[in-house]
């Protein structure tokens, strides 16, 4: 994600929201590819984030693994990074798999 005044708060850094928006589309990506799509749905239950260190240029970058993965319940990890491969927030990201009412 560029880190531009688009996604600055008022002092010219990251915004947390900016991160943790970024952190649950990855997570829940990588929740969906694990997902048969066609009978269950995936919805995020609960997000958590830490920041660490700020940005105010450059690029950041999101990587999700896996701390469960249920059939119902899935815990994610996700890692946002700079540049420089400094690790910048750590966001837990908890989802759930509903099956589709036909």
Request: glycine letters at 6%; hydrophobic letters at 40%.
């Amino acid at each position: 994600m560029p880190v531009t005044p688009k996604v600055h708060q008022p002092d010219g850094v990251l915004h947390g929201g900016a991160t943790a928006a970024l952190a649950e589309s990855v997570g829940s990506f990588a929740a969906h590819i694990f997902t048969d799509l066609e009978q269950y749905f995936v919805r995020g239950l609960e997000i958590t984030a830490n920041h660490l260190k700020s940005v105010k240029e450059g690029y950041v970058y999101a990587k999700a693994t896996f701390l469960h993965k249920g059939r119902t319940t899935q815990l994610l990890d996700i890692r946002v990074t700079d540049e420089q491969d400094n690790l910048i927030s750590v966001c837990r990201l908890s989802t759930i798999s509903l099956p589709i009412k036909k």
